[in-house]
């Protein structure tokens, strides 16, 4: 696995860094902007931090490390990746021709109402907390213990389906569904709070096939899963709280404009009657 991932993020990287060239070279930085390429940067790296590093091989005596990793990928890598445009600036890294075929495929039927229906707020919202709430029922996440394919199959839908959650909650398709983006935020919060409160009260171990891997960290497994269940419940949760707080703040700057673009006809038209009132 460690191979595959490894294999990935070189791949991802340096279709990215291709098209930021070619934008760059033909738009002079305006089709991408630095911060925006910091971001995708530091997401892959994040990336790497949870898959490849030594939290990798601990997530699998610890329950604990392996929420921290589950955390990482969903809360930390998503959106800083997101942030980063990847479709839009990797599409550039093909030829002039494979760009073309993609720009149809994406206009067809199929595949126009398949992401029209995921990138709806809400369906995105509760595809993400199915996933997230479905992989802690004990026997699939037990299953990912056991198996590697499962493992992969729980990091590929955790990853996939926060990636499409940021996507819509930063860059919804009307710029006056900011205020969904916060909903989906806030309540995201409070469902995940809740999971890691429930972990964090339980008497007994939901994963028995942890066995007695925190006692070489000086844990029990319920110990181990009350950490865990804090790391979902507190650092995560403000995470998201976090994020609410920042699209609020952007929600209510492009009120701010839009309302002073709308009052800004009105003063003009009030001053050119005074005028006239006064000429006459």
Known sequence: ????????????????????????????QRGVRMWEVLSFVFGCGVMAIALLSPLHEISEQLFSAHMVQHELLMVVAAPLLVLGRPGMIMLWSLPLAARQSLGHLSKSTM?????????????????????????????????????????????????????????????????AALGLSIVSLFTTAVHTAVLGALMTFARTPWYPNYG?????????????QQLAGLVMWIPASVAYLVAALVIMRRWLRD????????????????????????TS
């Open 111 to 175: 595949v126009s109402g398949t992401w029209g229906f995921l990138s709806r707020p809400f369906d995105a919202w509760l595809l993400h907390a199915i996933v997230i709430w479905g992989w802690h029922v004990p026997v699939l996440f037990q299953s990912t213990l056991e198996s590697e394919r499962m493992h992969a199959l729980q990091h590929c839908s955790f990853i996939g389906s926060a990636l499409l959650f940021w996507w819509v909650v930063i860059y919804p398709h009307r710029r």
């Open 255 to 278: 009120s701010e404009s839009r309302v002073a673009y709308h009052e800004r006809p009105i003063t003009t038209a009030t001053r050119t009657l005074e005028c006239v009132d006064v």
């Open 212 to 224: 007695n891997g925190g006692a070489e960290w000086g844990m029990s497994p319920v110990q181990d």
């Open 1 to 28: 696995m460690r191979e595959s991932v490894s294999a990935a993020l070189l791949v991802t990287m340096a279709a990215y860094m291709l098209g930021v060239r070619a934008l760059w070279t033909k738009q002079a």
